[in-house]
């Protein structure tokens, strides 16, 4: 999994749940950067289907190739978006709309901008004054460098998954082979590979469940609409992790688990429980 973070920090209050004013400027600031091109009198552009601001958020029923990671209640802005596999050679355009989307569009209903911010790539400062400095070899490798059978696994922003059709908001019902096919399933659409269960025994125990069902309201003002973004938070102990359920969830910590990840939610993080 090759993938590029991108981070920005501003010394602002955001709100409780930063990801749906941030996404929605965003699009805003990337449709301004790359429609090059108006729709027609049908109002169908016909570079659709090379359009990167189509990609990330026109096409419906798809993994999307980026997500906001966040957490939720911050003092300041403090956020990333991560690029995956073929997105990562869009950094230039995702770059530029961050930037659009700082100094111009603005932040939420105010449309605040900002003109003093950090934005880094993969930890380390990309702005040289108004300039954007791309770093040589920004593209990054998945990687694991140490292994833990029992952990201690936090769900930081709601955990929005479904089972029997319908979205967990009872704890108990939440089981260990819920999560792993859940981010395995992200994985090979992210690889843009067909579906396929997980081809490993599924090995660990839950033995300890902190978990609260927390609701959030998303308001779309492209829409019109509201929506609740409801899923579960908090921490559960499992023990006895197998090798491939363990990377699984570390692969979880980047790519997110659940729906609606690119809003920032289901972002997960495993410790080691010593």
């Known amino acids: 999994m090759n993938y590029i973070k991108i981070t920005i920090k501003i010394k602002d209050k955001p709100p409780f749940f930063m990801g749906s004013q941030i996404r929605g400027a965003f699009g805003v600031a990337l449709k301004k950067i790359v429609c090059l091109n108006p729709p027609n009198k049908h109002g169908v552009c016909i570079l659709k289907e090379n359009c990167l601001y189509c990609a990330f958020f026109e096409i419906k029923n798809t993994i999307s190739t980026y997500r906001l990671d966040f957490k939720l209640g911050a003092r300041e802005y403090d ?31 105010e449309k605040k901008t900002y003109e003093d911010f950090s934005m880094l790539i993969n930890d380390e400062n990309c702005l040289n004054g ?23 696994l936090e769900f930081v922003t709601p955990l929005r998954i479904k089972k ?23 994985q090979m659409k992210l690889l ?40 579960l938070v908090g921490k ?7 090798k491939e359920s363990f990377e699984v969830l570390k692969l979880g ?16 993080e495993v410790k080691g429980l010593e």
């Open 164 to 186: 029997d059709n319908r979205f967990l908001r009872d704890a108990k019902n939440l089981e260990l082979k819920d999560l792993i096919n859940s981010i395995y399933q992200r």
């Open 130 to 152: 108004e300039e954007i400095s791309l770093p040589k070899n920004s593209q990054q490798i998945f990687s694991i460098k140490e292994r833990f059978e029992n952990i201690i």
């Open 236 to 242: 559960m102990k499992i023990k006895g992790l197998n």
């Open 192 to 231: 843009n590979r067909d579906f396929k269960k997980f081809p490993y025994e599924i090995k660990g125990e839950i033995i300890e469940r902190n978990l609260k069902y927390l609701e959030l309201t998303r308001s779309s003002n492209r829409q019109k609409t509201t929506m609740q973004f409801g899923g």
């Open 253 to 268: 910590e980047l790519i997110g688990v659940g729906k609606s990840c690119v809003f920032g939610l289901g972002k997960i």
């Open 79 to 109: 956020f990333n978006m991560y690029l995956f596999n073929r997105a990562t050679k869009e950094l230039p355009y995702a770059l530029s709309a961050l930037l659009e989307m700082l100094k111009n569009i603005g932040l939420g209903k």
